[in-house]
């Protein structure tokens, strides 16, 4: 069985959410075609141990997380072709590292209060969001980003501010998106803030795809 690397370690705000998200990636990379192995290690971040894994997750991590020589190392392991997944505060992760920005897609810049909205699933050709409804109601944070990545990845999922109060990103909103600019696959959802998320079967199947497709597995 191929395997898959967790990594949760945070420098900054640690979501209570965490263990909660680590125990739902260990079921769904089963159901795929991963063990999952989990970490906060930074050590884990070598040529010699990455190259064991079909795909890296940063699982809400936050901050500076990673030391020079792990960033060399990973940076040329996703430019030979591993697969990255970023969940939720993988955004506001590594902020100085220009290439884990353009690895993310956008960066994290603010969220209004926690709510439940509608999610529009643009696309549903993606493993991530095949199996979601057109309109997908959910609960979050509503993640706004500093750029919009539309036009430099394929964006999977939007969300219209009208839906929720606080949002200021404007009429265009990306959430979840994937591309392969980096040299391997990467995917990011902004979605997991919440324990209740890793228990919800449309973001498991979420996740569930979105390990897949990263992996080459799909």
């Not at 075609?33 to 970490?39: D, N, P, Q, S």
């Not at 992760?93 to 884990?100: A, K, L, S, Y």
């Not at 050709?125 to 997908?136: K, M, V, Y």
Request: proline share 4%; with cysteine; charged share 20%.
């Amino acid at each position: 069985m191929h395997r898959a690397l967790v990594y949760t370690r945070t420098t900054g705000f640690r979501h209570d959410s965490i263990p909660a998200g680590v125990a739902a990636l260990r079921d769904l990379g089963r159901e795929v075609g991963l063990a999952v192995e989990a970490t906060q290690d930074p050590g884990a971040f070598t040529a010699a141990t990455l190259a064991g894994y079909r795909v890296v997750v940063f699982l809400s991590t936050s901050g500076d997380v990673l030391t020079a020589q792990g960033r060399a190392a990973f940076g040329a392991w996703v430019g030979s072709g591993g697969g990255f997944v970023g969940v939720h505060l993988a955004a506001g992760t590594e902020t100085g590292w220009r290439f884990f920005g353009d690895l993310v897609g956008a960066r994290f810049a603010r969220h209004p209060d926690y709510q439940a909205a509608v999610v529009t699933v643009e696309d549903q050709r993606h493993p991530a969001t095949a199996h979601l409804p057109a309109q997908w109601p959910f609960s979050d944070e509503w993640y706004e980003f500093e750029t919009n990545p539309r036009g430099a990845v394929r964006v999977l999922a939007s969300i219209d501010e009208r839906c929720y109060q606080g949002g200021t990103m404007g009429p265009d909103h990306p959430l979840a998106w994937c591309h392969e600019n980096c040299g391997g696959r990467s995917f990011f959802t902004a979605l997991g803030h919440d324990e209740a998320a890793y228990a919800d079967a449309g973001f498991r199947a979420h996740l569930a795809g979105a390990l897949a497709w990263a992996a080459r597995l799909d």
